[in-house]
């Protein structure tokens, strides 16, 4: 058993009535007085819970209600938070209820989706909210049967004591349980107890999604409000004037509305607006330097042979291990701009109401969206309110707040609430995208075929920091150098799905198969090496876990049966991101003369695994995302503005293209780490270094379709 010791009194959770003798249970995630049990109404509970940051609630039926705080946008953050709720307080889950909470950051520690940050972060603290709530509705039960209360157990929402026969369910004990003053220490339960956590669950979603009830922003409606769209200017460059009469003149067209670098048109419904939009005449001028692809290959060509980089890790004497190696390899990767396509383009509601705004919508950043509302009215953050909505996918560009600021902008001119739509068009021209970066990798190998030299130099627009300097193979070399240069481009770019580590996996992972060729070395056990070296004799600052890596590559060489029927063409990848561990291998079968991909296998240590269900389609998903994205998807510009502006250009994954999907997960004994995000990364590496196998073409660039190595391969994708 483990025992979590509160450090003060403002550290736990508070219990209220609601009416009707339910029970009101809010956690707190940070801190706040709670000290005694208080009884409230439902309407005082929704008015007065500013001091929690995490709550449920128990009805005299029994049912238990779970707010669940952070953003819903296929994580399935939404079942698997709860679950964990509800596995400590021993519910009945067949009774669980679970509702999105609005923003409160006064309740809520960590109230956003992003970094693949919201179990590890959230894990113990609830944990100890379904654990409390237990306590006291124990307690209770014990008070009124005059037992131990050591003696009652708790199973499926029903309270027993097995010496007098007595038993109850949870709404039974609630009036009770209100006037039980919390503990100064909860038990959590032992893992191997789990009854809850650990079993595949639904999405407590899915009824509502597969029958098309209005959960996400899209589906928001209400009476009187208006819609717009809006014309954005494109990268690097500015409004220098707006002819709108005809688009006035477009009936259902009630106002054009000029803001900062923008154009709106606003009307009762979205499809004048479509049209009205197209009859705007604005001409623009350039403001700073207007971009396209060609500029960025130029640039890139230059900062790689001759920016001025900053140094972001140095290991041991990288000039003298070059200059004395036997062999050195070296490789330039490249990847584009990519656009976030999230199904559901951006959309956001806002009411700008004298000193108050209400938003309403979907957001990775709730808090962001209201903070921004404030700084563009003038008026105190507490005086903007946030609904959530669920989001239709978001990878990173509901991060930003830019929707939100037009809507804001807009209910202001027009003084009237309004719905913000964007179209597909403007979801991929005036979006903010995955940075387009360029590696150049080296690597020094002495006569036995040991790496003892690497270096990396990463080129990125808008990328900030294009490494990851910590990451493996850091610490398994004894002389290397990562460098790093950032490009301000005027591309907006923004955090995309696994940030950096997106591309960077893959080009690593190829070039580590690059240069286990050149040392003469099965790709697998090369990677074991340089592990085992970090492992015994580390150099520097290890920023991953090198027995977890360790774990994932042998039981992914195990589960894909690595090198063992040579009719089977393999690759292998294996990258660290978000604290979690994926390796991959892809197999390629030789048919008819051509390569065929059957199958992927994925292996991923993300610590303890909280919902099955919802796991492997996060695996999954990243995957198919990590491929898809790999093998097809660019973005190009001309003169700033992007070239491919819908899914008939933009070329996406589809279904059929989906090989065999195999997965496994390792139970390394850690707390949940992240899991959104990490199956992403090795994918592209583990694919290109099994066409390599087949076919001997290296692809050191994306999209793979696009790249002369892979004009004639005629990959074709099927299942096993």
Known sequence: MKTVKRESRRDFLKAAGLTAGGLFIGFNWSSCDSPKVEVLSTEQVLANAKNFNAYLSIAPSGDVVIYSPNPELGQNIKTSFPMVVAEELDADWSKVRVLQANLDTEKYD???????????????????????????????????????????????????????????????????????ETPEEVTLKDKKDFKIIGTPVKNVDAREIYTGKPLFGLDFYREGMKNAMVQRAPFGMKIKSVEDGAARAVAGVTD???????????????????????????????????????????????????????????????????????????AEYQCPFLAHSPMEPENFFAHVQGDRCELIGPTQTPDRARQTAAQILGIPAENVTVEITRLGGGFGRRLRADFVEEAVHISKAINAPVKLTWSREDELTGGAYRPAVRYRFEAALDEG?????????????????????????????????????????????????????????????????EVALEAGKDPVAFRLELLDRAKNNPVGRLGYDVDRMIGVVKTAAEKSNWGKNPSVKQGFSVYFSHRSYVAQV???????????????????????????????????????????????????????????????????????????????????????????????????????????????????????IEQKEFSDVKLEIRRS
């Open 449 to 513: 075929g040991t790496m003892i030299g690497y270096k990396l130099r990463g080129v990125g627009m808008n990328a900030g920091n294009s490494t990851r300097e910590n990451n493996f193979p850091s610490g398994a070399v004894d002389n290397l150098l990562i460098e790093n240069i950032n490009y301000d481009s005027s591309i907006t770019t923004n955090a995309w799905r696994a940030p950096i580590t997106n591309f960077l996996a893959y080009a690593e992972q190829s070039f580590l198969d």
């Open 256 to 330: 054009v509305v000029r803001f900062n670098n923008s154009v709106a048109v606003v009307g009762d419904s979205t499809w004048p607006l479509l049209k009205a939009k197209k009859l705007l005449r604005v001409e623009y001028e350039p403001d700073g330097t207007v971009e396209s692809t060609a500029d960025h290959d130029r640039i890139f060509q230059d900062l790689i042979a001759n920016g001025k980089a900053e140094v972001r890790r140095e290991d041991g004497n990288v000039k003298s291990a070059f200059a004395n190696a036997a062999k050195v390899v070296s």
């Open 110 to 180: 960590r109230q956003l989706t992003g970094g693949s940050g919201a179990m590890p972060h959230s894990w113990e603290r609830l944990r100890k909210a379904g654990a409390t709530a237990k306590y006291v509705l124990v307690a209770a039960a014990a008070k009124a049967w005059n037992v131990p209360a050591e003696e009652i157990s708790v199973e499926n929402g029903i309270i027993s004591h097995e010496g007098s026969g007595k038993s109850g369910h949870f709404g039974e004990f609630v009036g009770e349980a209100a006037q039980m």
């Open 586 to 704: 892809a197999d390629i079968e030789m048919e008819g003369g051509s390569p065929v991909l059957k199958k992927i296998t994925a292996v991923t240590d993300c610590g303890m695994v909280v919902n099955p269900t919802g796991a492997n389609h996060q695996v999954r998903g990243g995957i198919v995302d990590g491929m898809g994205h790999a093998m097809y998807t660019n973005l190009t510009f001309e003169n700033g503005v992007p070239k491919q502006r819908n899914y008939d250009l933009y070329r996406l994954i589809r279904m059929k293209e989906v090989p065999e999907i195999e997965t496994h997960f390792v139970d390394s004994g850690y707390d949940p780490t992240g899991l959104g995000e990490p199956a992403l990364p090795p994918t592209g590496g583990a694919i290109a270094n099994a066409i390599f196998a087949a076919t001997g073409r290296r692809l050191r660039s994306q999209p793979f």
